[in-house]
């Protein structure tokens, strides 16, 4: 199991460059006005490729379980307002 952990917005990054399994994602600290993380399946790090979730941070912490297969990668975009403290747990 891998995680990577994020407390900043970006307009994209990468955290897989092939297929892998998304388990989780956990809101650690909630972000605030409008802060939206939207997950892609892509290898390119940026705002492109299938959209996974699209979540609003602002509601709180909270823990989401997708245990779902990505075929290219795995992409996020975290923008808007204060950025979340996040944590994506991946295999």
């Known amino acids: 199991m ?3 952990h ?3 917005n970006s307009a994209g990054a990468n955290i897989a460059k ?8 956990n809101i650690n600290t909630k972000g605030a006005t409008a802060n939206l993380l939207t997950l892609y399946d892509n290898a390119a790090g940026d705002a492109s490729g ?8 602002t509601a709180g912490p909270a823990y989401a379980i997708y ?3 990505t075929l290219f990668g795995l992409s ?3 923008a808007a307002g204060t950025a979340a403290d996040i944590t994506i ?3």
């Open 2 to 4: 891998n995680y990577t």
């Open 67 to 69: 245990d779902c297969d």
């Open 76 to 78: 996020y975009v975290l």
């Open 18 to 25: 092939r297929g892998v399994k998304l388990y989780a994602v």
């Open 6 to 8: 994020f407390a900043a």
């Open 50 to 57: 299938t959209v996974i979730a699209a979540i609003d941070t």
């Open 89 to 91: 747990s991946w295999e």
